[in-house]
Structure formats: C-alpha cells, structure tokens
Nanobody, 124 residues
Framework: QVQLVESGGGLVQAGGSLRLSCAAS????????MGWFRQAPGKEREFVAA????????YYTDSVKGRFTISRDNAKNTAALQMNSLRPEDTAVYYC?????????????????WGQGTQVTVSS
C-alpha cells in the first residue's frame, strides 16, 4: 500500500507560479513511476506530467510544455510539479499518482495509487 499526500495548491494570478509537492509513504518510492493529473469542474481527469522511476524520462501534455516541470527526489520520497506562467485554464484539482508496473505512464487508468488532490486556482 502507498499513501500519497499533495500540498502546495492555492490561488494565484495569471502569470504566477506554484510548486506542488507529493509526499509518498508505504513502499520503496524509487520502484514506481509518478504522474500528475488534473481535473477541472465538469471535465474528465487529464494527464499533466509523468516521470520515470529514476527521473530519467519526463513527459508532459502539450499545453504545459515549457511552463511546468516535474521532478522527484527518491531519497526524500517526494515528487514535485513546478508550475510557471500559470493561466486561468490551468485551474483544476491536481492529483499525484503512483504506478508500480511501468517505468513511466501517461494514462490515468494505469496508475495504482492516488493522492487526495490539491486545488489550484488561477485568476485572470
């Protein structure tokens, strides 16, 4: 079993930055791929970013490329999502997720464990 806890969400003006963190506990953190997803009101959960077990591979959805950066610290059992140049359309609940099976994944249904989510609101 893995427990994931997100933090760092909040209200920010367009153009601003936020850094989301995901603290993991329960199993060896370096054995699972990590991902960030988001869900806006009335919309399906969508992929944002993913990072492989050793951090060597990173993937982003097109809308956040060049603005968001995913990272992980296996020694501290944490993952992070640095979000810069935020836009109102980035407003959503952001979730971190862990996948034990693959080195990296971009599909929500492939992930085994999920955090409770953290709200990000970007005002115009």
């Amino acid at each position: 079993q893995v427990q994931l806890v997100e933090s760092g969400g909040g209200l920010v003006q367009a153009g601003g930055s936020l850094r989301l963190s995901c603290a993991a506990s329960g199993r060896t953190f370096s054995r699972y791929a990590m991902g960030w997803f988001r869900q806006a009101p009335g919309k399906e959960r969508e992929f944002v970013a993913a990072i492989s077990r050793n951090g060597g591979y990173k993937y982003y959805t097109d809308s956040v490329k060049g603005r968001f950066t995913i990272s992980r610290d296996n020694a501290k059992n944490t993952a992070a999502l640095q979000m810069n140049s935020l836009r109102p359309e980035d407003t959503a609940v952001y979730y971190c997720a862990a996948d034990f099976t693959r080195d990296v994944a971009t599909t929500a249904s492939l992930y085994d464990y999920w955090g409770q989510g953290t709200q990000v609101t970007v005002s115009s």
